[in-house]
């Protein structure tokens, strides 16, 4: 199979969204319903909102004018008018918009923070974070409350950092880890989680592996998995065998860890991270694929670490978000892939 990507393009209507005059340093994701529909969740440590594209325009909506969280995390929904956005304000917050307007679900769980949030549908939703304890945790909507799940006994829930959660449907869905194991703050166990409708198992994964970060792929047997290597290189993990199977599709000690990761065609993927040191300029994106090899370019000499991908509704537009880093606004970017 052939598969690439090039032309990414940063869009400057973007760059020049602000909040109350302050540049946009934070973006929690982006997702999309049509070419003139796309939702970024932004935030300036101080203030976050949400930022839509009508087809002309960037334009901003409150998610709580009168206690706005000050980052945001991550976004997903089913159309404009069933959205969820995970943010943050000395705790955890999650907002919902429907008919038109947010609100703070008064339901959502008691957490430190949240993370990552999917749904197979509107009534069944997947949110990872960190709970009241400190503990890594996941719950799940299934049509009413947020139930926080049983997780397997065998991880210390207290030392994970918690990662993506993504699924292909409600009985398979999967979430990315990270244990923290001496508590030195640094990484030193990948973790990765798999819910087959019922139960969440603890799927073993290659031992050099000190964090997983993002999963995607076409089917249960044909998975990738991004995370970091003990000695500091990105990682792509092409899961297969009914996630028996980990082989490193992709080792890049020039990249400090991949982050997020979407796969369009079996046995393709296309992945982003950065390149040390941490600077403008330091994004890349990574393709693989079976005809094209490996292959690993710079976004541009402005964008920094990737938050997530999406593919526009056209089959071939991918979209790209970035958070800043010193002098630099967050950035939307569009690229072809085909």
């Known amino acids: 199979m052939s598969f690439s990507c090039s032309g990414w393009t940063r869009d400057p209507l973007f760059d020049a969204v ?5 540049d946009i340093e934070l973006v929690g994701g982006v997702i999309g319903f049509a070419a003139g529909d796309v939702w970024v969740p932004i935030a300036t ?5 949400v930022a839509h594209w009508d087809g002309t325009n960037w334009n901003q909506e409150d998610l709580d004018p009168l206690n706005p969280p000050t980052e945001v995390d991550a976004i997903w929904g089913t159309s ?3 959205l969820w956005v995970a943010a943050r304000n000395f705790s955890g917050y999650l907002y919902h918009r429907a008919n038109g307007a947010w609100t703070a679900d008064p339901n959502a769980p008691p957490a430190k923070k949240f ?3 999917w749904g197979s549908d509107s009534n069944n939703l997947f949110l990872t974070g960190t709970d009241s304890s400190w503990s890594g945790n996941v719950w799940r909507k299934s049509g009413g409350s947020w ?3 049983s997780l397997p006994g065998s991880v210390d829930w207290t030392k994970a950092s918690m990662g993506q959660v993504w699924g292909l449907d409600s009985s398979h869905v999967y979430v990315t880890a990270a244990l923290d194991l001496d508590s030195d703050g640094n990484d030193d166990q990948g973790v990765f989680l798999f819910f087959d409708g019922s139960t969440w198992t603890n799927i073993l994964v290659p031992v050099d592996v000190v964090e997983l970060s993002s999963v995607h792929g076409t089917s249960s047997d044909d998975l990738y998995v991004s995370g970091t290597l003990n000695d500091g290189s990105g990682v792509l993990y092409h899961v297969t065998d009914g996630l028996m199977t980990w082989s490193e599709a992709v080792v890049n000690p020039g990249i400090a860890g991949y982050g997020p990761v979407w796969s369009k065609y079996a046995g393709t993927v296309l992945a982003s ?3 040390p040191p941490a600077i403008a300029g330091s994004l890349r994106v990574t393709t693989d694929a079976p005809m094209n090899g490996t292959d690993t370019e710079s976004v541009d000499d402005k964008a920094y670490n990737p938050v997530g991908f999406w593919p526009g509704v056209d089959g071939v537009t991918v979209h790209l978000v970035h958070i800043a880093t010193a002098g ?3 950035g939307f970017y ?3 892939c085909n």
């Open 45 to 49: 440590y101080n203030k976050g909102r």
């Open 334 to 336: 569009s690229g072809i």
């Open 328 to 330: 630099v606004v967050a």
């Open 273 to 275: 991270g950065y390149q």
């Open 18 to 22: 602000k909040i109350d005059g302050l």
């Open 115 to 117: 993370f990552s949030i």
């Open 147 to 149: 139930v926080a799940q």
């Open 80 to 82: 404009a008018n069933d």
